[in-house]
């Protein structure tokens, strides 16, 4: 059984910079995303990252790329060229807070190098938030290792429905839940997400009409019914960026209380909505009040990823004002 999270609990994770705050006080956070294939996946994640507040973004392509194909820009020319304000290269003095993995990757051409480095991320003390292409790293570490008594790196997955069945199955764990294609249904899909995050040692944010997040620890959360115009493509990396941004702003709290990953995954699926209604020009409603048949009431415009991304800033604003009023 999952509860509800609501617009109150998700402002309070919505840090905000005071006087004595300086760009890395409010956190670094380091981005290895995209590639040669999908570049715009890199210019995404950064964007929803910068718009989300850290203090400072650093861009890491990925070791051992492909040359770009079609006349491309590389991953690192395409986000120089959208956010000009980014940090380039492996860190040096300053390590990151936070870090966020995988999204606008393909494993099959992921090379040894990466698949090496992305391992190590997975070993550190730093938390990581894991999408897309390398949801299967940590899958293929739960498998190696599943009984391991070493503290785990806080680590939070955001997978959709097909990305979860398969990591479901890459850990032997039989046939998927039907429930995955239920939208509605929070409890067979809380239970689902809670039984796969249990077997990873990681939290686990499934994406939906209807995101639940569940933790090792046994806590699940859901957020929803989002928007429809979220189903646009790249809308999943500008969720990534939020959650890698948010998770870079609690940082220490979350290593101190890995848990709380499960708090940042519905803020950010939260957020993510609510820029959406906003890029759409739709009315936001709020989340506790909206009934199933609402969800449609008025989906305003059609947008598309980087959209929702640039109504960051006025969905935070929204989000801080309502949990004030």
């Known amino acids: 059984m999952s509860t509800r999270w609501t617009e109150l609990e998700a402002a309070q994770w919505l840090r905000q910079p005071g006087p004595a705050d300086n760009k890395y006080g409010l956190g670094v956070l380091g981005v290895r995303t995209g590639s040669a294939q999908y570049p715009g996946a890199a210019v995404l994640t950064v964007s929803a990252g910068w718009r989300t507040g850290v203090g400072l973004l650093r861009y890491v392509p990925p070791a051992g790329d492909a040359e770009p194909p079609f006349g491309l820009p590389s991953p690192a020319s395409a986000v120089l060229a959208a956010r000009p304000e980014t940090v380039f290269g492996a860190a040096d003095s300053r390590a990151c807070d936070a870090w966020l993995i995988g999204s606008g990757t393909d494993p099959a051409a992921r090379s040894a190098a990466e698949t090496a480095i992305l391992s190590e991320l997975l070993s550190g003390p730093q938390p990581v938030v894991v999408d897309a292409g390398a949801l299967g790293v940590v899958a293929d570490r739960a498998l190696s290792a599943p009984n391991a008594a070493a503290p785990r790196t806080p680590t939070i997955l955001t997978p959709h429905a097909g990305e979860f ?40 944010l499934l994406k939906g009409t209807v995101s639940i997040c569940a933790t090792p620890g046994g806590i699940a959360l ?84 980087l959209d929702i991304a640039a109504a960051l800033p006025t969905a935070i604003a929204d989000l801080l004002t309502r949990a004030t009023a």
């Open 222 to 305: 859901h957020t929803g019914p989002a928007t429809p115009r979220l189903a646009t493509a790249g809308s999943g990396d500008v969720l990534a960026g939020i959650l890698g941004a948010l998770v870079t702003l609690n940082a220490e709290r979350v290593q101190a209380q890995p848990e709380l990953l499960g708090a940042l995954g519905s803020t950010a699926a939260l957020l993510h909505d609510l820029a959406a209604h906003h890029a759409a020009g739709s009315a936001p409603v709020a989340r506790e009040a909206r009934a199933r048949a609402a969800v449609t009431r008025r989906l305003g415009a059609p947008i598309l990823a």
């Open 165 to 204: 069945a398969r990591l479901w199955q890459q850990l032997g764990m039989g046939t998927p839940p039907t429930a995955l294609k239920e939208p509605f249904d929070t409890v067979q899909r809380s239970a689902a997400a809670t039984e796969l995050a249990t077997a990873l040692g990681a939290t686990v």
